[in-house]
């Protein structure tokens, strides 16, 4: 073998050997922070641990949400619903978001409010009946909904 195989395959080693032992500094005072019963030091952490630019507090090591609704429906910030407007009843598939669907090697599943059903599972009282494309059909006590992707695409 050429003489540059062997540097380079050392530095890849070396690299290993690395990541491996900050792996073992970051389980260490993770252990450690377990057993005072505290957070673990930022400054052992901070080498191997992204850094993060969620608000919502995340386990170490894991970025944020991607699923999690930043925005409302106008683009606008999502606010909290006021509890003293009256308002009517709503319409049976409110409350439901259909933010993804995806196919794979079992047929289609559907990504509704940040959980994964496939058809015939159920939605808390509703029913799938059918995942299409863009578009999941639910049943609830006989009236069928459809919930429908946004954003754009075909």
Known sequence: MNPRTYVLLGLLVAALVYVQSLDEQT???????????GAPPPAQLAA???????????EPGWGSDPFRRRFGP????????????HEEPPPPGAGLYLQ????????RTALINGEVYREGERVGSREILQIGARTVMLL??????TLTLKGDGP
């Open 48 to 58: 191997s641990a992204p850094k993060q630019g969620a608000s919502t507090p995340t």
């Open 74 to 85: 106008e683009g606008a910030p999502a606010a909290a619903p006021s509890s003293a407007r």
């Open 27 to 37: 389980k260490r005072a993770r252990l450690r922070a377990r057993a005072a019963g």
């Open 100 to 107: 993804g669907v995806m196919n794979g090697p079992s047929g």
């Open 140 to 145: 609830d006590k006989g009236t069928v909904t």
